[in-house]
C-alpha cells in the first residue's frame, strides 16, 4: 500500500469531512439561494434553513448591514424575523428599507445575557421564525450548541454580529466571515465590502472576495475583477 | 293596557365615548375622527372646551385654533372602545333589572332596561330610576333617565333635552348638564370627574305617552335626512306628525317616520336583544393545611387550569387572559398575569406559559389558596388544513406561541411591534409597542419616505469632535472612541428641520461619511451650536 505523505493524509481527511458535512446537511433541509455574491462561497449554492452564521465586524464595518440584506433575502419566503437587541439600538426603518416586512418583525429586548440566549433559544426553535439577527458577546461552547441545534430543529437562519475579538473563539457556526470595510471608488454604485471567509462548513476556507452592496437594488454582488493590462513586456537587450 | 300587562323601560343616556382615560382625565377634552379628504373633525368634546367655542362637526384645525394657547388634549375618538365601556355599564344595570339592552345603532349610547316586575324592592318606579340615577354618577358618568311604556318613548324622553328647548322647566335636570349637553346636543354628558349624585336627570314617567306630543321630532330616532325634510314642511313636533293622515306618512316622508312613531306609540313592537351577561370562568383551590412545594403548586395550577379548558372547550371558546392568584398565609397575595396574543384552549401550551412564569415567583410563605380567573375569553379560530405544504403558512401558525412564550417569560415590554410613523426625525421615526397588547395608533398618517439610514442608531446621539475646513462645511476628521478618524468621502448633509412642537427645536446637518478605512458613520452638525454628534 502507497504510504500517505502526511500533508497528503490530512487533505484526505478534509475531504471526507467536508463530504460528511455536505451530506449532513442535504438530509436536514432545504437550500435556497440568496441571489448575492455569498452563494458562489456556499457549497450547496445557497443557505441551508438551519445554518447559523457570524458576521465579525466592528462599528462602522458594514457587517451589520451585510447581515440585514442575507437575513432579507432569505425572508422573502416568508416567516417571521425576530431581532435579539438587548442594547436597544436596532433600527427598523432600515430594515423596512430593506424590504422586511415590519408586521412580521419581532423586536426582543432582554434584560441580561442569560435571558438573551433563552430568547434566542426559543426563535430559533419556534419554526416561526425564518430569520433570526443578533449581536452576540462570549458565548460559552455548550449555550453555542444549543443554539446550533434548535436552529436546525426550527429551520432558521441565525446571523450573529459579533466583535472581531471573538474571531479566535470555538464556534458552532456553520459560516464565519470577517468582514473588512473597503474604500468605495467614486464610480462604486454603493458600498464595498471584503469578505474573509474564516470557516464554512464543507465549502472552502480562508478564502476573501470583495462585494458590493448597491443601495438602487439593494444587492450584494461581487466586484468584478479588472483583467490585467495587456502590455506587451519589452525584452531588453 | 291593564298595569300589570305593561313594559316599562328605563331609556338611559350615557355619555359619547365613556372611556374610562377619558372620563378621569382632568383636561379639557376634544374627540375627533377621521373626516373627508384627510382632515379630522370634531366628534364631542367637553363642556369647558365647549366655552372656547369648540363644536361637535367642526374641523379639528378650527377646534384647535379656538383653543390656541390653551392646555386641551386631543383624543382620537375610538368607538369600539365606546362599545366595550358601554357593554361593561350594560353588565353593572343588571344590578336593576335582568332584561338590559344596549340601543341597536353603529355607535348606541343609550341603555335600556326592562323594568317590569322589578320594582318590589321600591316604592315606585322614580324610585328605582332616582337609583339608577345615583348609582352612574359614582362611576363618573352623568345620564338622563326616563321611564315609559315603551322603547320608543323612553328613548324620545331621555333625549328631550334638545327637542323641547327648554320648555319643560319642572324636569330635575342640573346646570351642569345642560352646559355639557350644549356640547353634544344628542346625547353628549361630558366632564365626569366633577359630577356628584345631584347631577343626572330623571324624566316623569305618568306622563310619558301624551308628552310625546310637544317633544321634537328629532326624538323619533329618525334619520338627519328625514328630519329636515320635516323642518322643510315645518313640521317639527311629534304631535304635528301625528295630526297628519296616517296613511299619507309613508308615501311623504318614507316608511320610517310611521315606523318610528308606532314603535313610541307601542303600536309596533320593537324587539332589543338584552345582553347575556359574562359568567366568570374561575376555579380555585384552597389548602388545608397550606402548601409549600413548588410540585404541589404546579400540579393544583395544572389541575385548576383543566378546570377551566373544561368550561370553555364545549363553548369553543379560548383563553385570552389568564390571571393568578398564590394567596400567601404571611404576606400579599402573587399576581400572575398571563397574556395571549390570540385565544387557546391548548392544555399543554397554557401550561407552558404558566411554568415560565412560575419559574420566577419566589413564594415567601406557605400557599393557602390558588385561584385561576380566565379574565379575557373569545371565540377559538379554526384553519383549515392546508393540502401542499405552504412554508410560509406554516410558520404564521406558529408564531402567536413563539411571541406568547417570550412576551410570558421576558415581560410584554420586552417583545416588541415595530411600526414606522412619519416622522422626520429618526429617533422617532418609528414606534414600538407590546405584541400582546393592542394598541391603536393613528392609521392616517402618510407612508414615511425610506431614505438610506444605519442599522444601528445610537439611542443618544454620542457627541464627538469634528473638524471641518469651511464654517457648516462638511467633517474632515472627527475623533471617537480614542481613534482618529479621516473622513475620505462624505455624502449630505441631509437637513432636518422638526420636532419644535415637542418643545426640542431639532436642526440637524446629516452626513453619511466614510474614512480612510473604508467604515462609515451617520453623523450630524447640531445648528444651533454647531455640535456635532455620531449617531450610528
Not at chain 1, 40 to 50: E, M, Q
Not at chain 2, 134 to 156: K, N
Not at chain 2, 322 to 338: D, E, N, R, W
Request: proline residues 7%; contains cysteine; glycine residues 6%.
Amino acid at each position: 500500500m502507497e504510504r500517505l505523505t502526511r500533508r497528503q493524509t490530512i487533505l484526505d481527511l478534509k475531504e471526507r469531512l467536508s463530504r460528511f458535512e455536505r451530506e449532513t446537511q442535504a438530509s436536514r433541509g432545504t437550500t435556497m439561494p440568496t441571489d448575492t455574491a455569498l452563494d458562489a462561497l456556499l457549497p450547496d449554492g445557497g443557505i441551508t434553513w438551519g445554518t447559523l452564521i457570524e458576521c465579525f465586524g466592528d462599528d462602522g464595518d458594514g457587517a451589520d448591514i451585510f447581515a440585514l440584506r442575507i437575513g432579507a433575502r432569505m425572508l422573502r419566503t416568508g416567516g417571521a424575523f425576530v431581532v435579539v437587541d438587548a442594547r436597544s439600538e436596532f433600527y427598523p426603518p432600515t430594515a423596512a428599507g430593506l424590504g422586511i416586512s415590519l408586521e412580521h418583525t419581532v423586536l426582543v429586548r432582554p434584560a441580561n445575557s442569560r435571558a438573551v440566549l433563552w430568547a434566542l433559544e426559543q426563535a430559533l426553535r419556534s419554526r416561526a421564525a425564518s430569520v433570526v439577527l443578533a449581536k452576540l458577546g462570549a458565548i460559552h461552547d455548550r449555550a453555542y450548541r444549543r443554539l446550533k441545534l434548535a436552529a436546525e430543529s426550527g429551520d432558521c437562519l441565525g446571523l450573529f454580529l459579533r466583535s472581531v475579538e471573538y474571531q479566535a473563539e470555538p464556534s458552532w457556526a456553520d459560516v464565519r466571515l470577517v468582514i473588512h470595510p473597503a474604500l468605495s471608488p467614486p464610480s462604486a454604485l454603493g458600498r464595498r465590502l471584503q469578505i474573509e471567509v474564516l470557516q464554512i462548513r464543507g465549502g472552502p476556507s480562508r478564502s476573501t472576495i470583495e462585494v458590493e452592496l448597491t443601495d438602487e437594488t439593494n444587492d450584494v454582488r461581487l466586484v468584478p475583477r479588472l483583467a490585467r493590462a495587456t502590455t506587451p513586456r519589452l525584452r531588453v537587450g | 293596557m291593564p298595569e300589570e300587562t305593561r313594559n316599562h323601560h328605563t331609556g338611559t343616556a350615557s355619555i359619547r365615548n365613556p372611556q374610562s382615560a377619558i372620563r378621569n382625565s382632568p383636561t379639557l377634552l376634544v374627540l375627533y375622527t377621521p373626516a373627508r379628504s384627510g382632515q379630522f373633525a370634531v366628534v364631542a368634546c367637553s363642556a369647558d372646551a365647549a366655552h372656547y367655542g369648540i363644536r361637535p362637526g367642526m374641523a379639528l384645525a378650527e377646534a384647535k385654533a379656538l383653543a390656541a394657547g390653551i392646555d386641551v388634549e386631543y383624543v382620537l375618538h375610538d368607538s369600539k372602545a365606546d362599545r366595550q365601556s358601554l357593554e361593561r355599564l350594560a353588565e353593572m344595570c343588571l344590578n336593576f333589572s335582568p332584561w338590559v339592552a344596549i340601543e341597536d345603532v353603529d355607535e348606541p349610547a343609550s341603555l335600556f332596561l326592562d323594568i317590569s316586575g322589578t320594582i318590589w324592592g321600591f316604592d315606585s318606579e322614580e324610585e328605582l330610576a332616582q337609583c339608577v340615577a345615583d348609582y352612574f354618577p359614582r362611576l363618573g358618568y352623568h345620564v338622563q333617565i326616563a321611564v315609559a311604556d315603551t322603547i320608543g318613548a323612553a328613548w324620545a324622553l331621555a333625549h328631550a333635552e334638545k327637542s323641547e328647548a327648554g320648555s319643560r322647566k319642572s324636569e330635575v335636570r342640573s346646570e351642569t348638564v345642560r352646559r355639557a349637553e350644549s356640547s353634544r346636543p344628542a346625547v353628549g354628558v361630558l366632564r365626569t370627574t366633577v359630577c356628584n349624585s345631584s347631577q343626572s336627570a330623571i324624566r316623569n314617567p305618568q306622563s310619558a305617552i301624551h308628552n310625546l306630543h310637544s317633544l321634537d321630532v328629532t326624538a323619533l330616532r329618525l334619520p338627519e335626512a328625514t328630519v329636515r325634510l320635516l323642518y322643510q314642511f315645518d313640521i317639527r313636533r311629534i304631535g304635528q306628525l301625528l295630526a297628519l293622515p296616517r296613511e299619507s306618512l309613508p308615501s311623504r316622508f318614507g316608511p320610517e317616520v310611521q315606523l318610528r312613531l308606532d314603535q313610541a306609540l307601542g303600536r309596533t313592537p320593537e324587539i332589543l336583544t338584552p345582553i347575556q351577561p359574562s359568567e366568570p370562568v374561575e376555579a380555585c383551590s384552597p389548602f388545608d393545611p397550606p402548601i409549600s412545594d413548588r410540585r404541589w403548586i404546579e400540579a393544583s395550577l395544572e389541575e385548576l387550569l383543566s378546570r377551566i379548558l373544561n368550561q370553555l372547550k364545549p363553548r369553543q371558546l379560548g383563553v385570552q387572559r389568564l390571571h393568578c392568584t398564590l394567596c400567601q398565609t404571611v404576606g400579599s397575595p402573587i399576581s400572575i398575569a398571563i397574556g395571549l396574543l390570540q385565544p387557546s384552549a391548548s392544555d399543554s401550551h397554557l401550561r407552558e406559559l404558566l411554568h415560565l412564569h412560575l419559574e420566577r415567583v419566589q413564594t415567601n410563605a406557605e400557599i393557602s389558596e390558588i385561584v385561576l380567573h380566565a379574565e379575557v375569553v373569545r371565540p377559538l379560530e379554526f384553519h383549515q388544513e392546508q393540502l401542499y405544504r405552504d412554508p410560509g403558512a406554516e410558520r404564521s401558525r406558529y408564531f402567536p406561541a413563539l411571541i406568547e412564550r417570550l412576551s410570558n417569560r421576558l415581560g410584554n415590554v420586552a417583545v416588541l411591534r415595530p411600526r414606522l410613523l412619519a416622522d422626520a426625525q429618526p429617533e422617532h421615526a418609528f414606534h414600538c409597542s407590546p405584541w400582546v397588547v393592542e394598541e391603536k395608533l393613528d392609521s392616517n398618517t402618510a407612508p414615511p419616505v425610506l431614505l438610506p439610514r444605519p442599522v444601528c442608531l445610537h439611542k443618544k446621539p454620542v457627541a464627538i469632535a469634528v473638524m471641518s475646513i469651511v464654517p457648516e462645511g462638511p467633517p474632515l476628521r472627527f475623533e471617537w472612541e480614542e481613534r482618529d478618524h479621516v473622513v475620505c468621502h462624505y455624502w449630505g448633509p441631509e437637513r432636518i428641520e422638526t420636532g419644535w412642537w415637542r418643545g426640542e427645536d431639532i436642526q440637524r446637518d446629516y452626513y453619511w461619511v466614510e474614512t480612510t478605512m473604508g467604515r462609515r458613520f451617520w453623523i450630524f452638525r447640531r445648528r444651533q451650536d454647531e455640535t456635532w454628534f455620531l449617531h450610528g
